[in-house]
């Protein structure tokens, strides 16, 4: 069973940066794809990253330049670093898990709970 933890949301005033982490079950970081993904009340859940084992990071239009996904595998760790942040990018964040690359398409296999980031 693969288990995803996310941490690191918060406030943060508009032009600020934050970093998202998501704990990933051993193994998965250098054998997965990854996501992260944001969805706001009302809406569809929105691919913002994604990076493959082999694939180059890919990105919403939206982030592009502002946000940036990475992974430390001897961390089992994925992240999401966010600058130049807009009260736009606002939402709950997740971070995800599949067994092969499928990019910002939102049917990913596995899921973390969440992380909420306020922008204002």
């Known amino acids: 069973h693969v288990q995803l933890v996310e941490s690191g949301g918060g406030s943060v005033q508009a032009g600020g940066s934050l970093r998202l982490s998501c704990a990933v079950s051993?193994?998965?970081?250098?054998?997965?794809?990854l996501a992260w993904f944001r969805q706001v009340p009302g809406k569809e859940r929105e691919g913002v990253a994604a990076?493959?084992?082999?694939?180059?990071?890919s990105y919403a239009t939206s982030v592009m330049g502002r946000f940036t996904i990475s992974k430390d595998n001897t961390k089992n760790t994925l992240y999401l670093q966010m600058d130049s942040l807009k009260p736009e990018d606002s939402a709950m964040y997740y971070c995800?898990?599949?067994?092969?690359?499928?990019?910002?398409?939102?049917?990913?296999?596995?899921w973390g709970q969440g992380t909420q980031v306020t922008v204002s």
């Open positions: 995800a898990a599949h067994p092969w690359f499928r990019g910002l398409n939102p049917g990913y296999q596995f």
């Open positions: 051993q193994g998965i970081v250098k054998t997965y794809a």
């Open positions: 990076i493959g084992v082999y694939e180059s990071p």
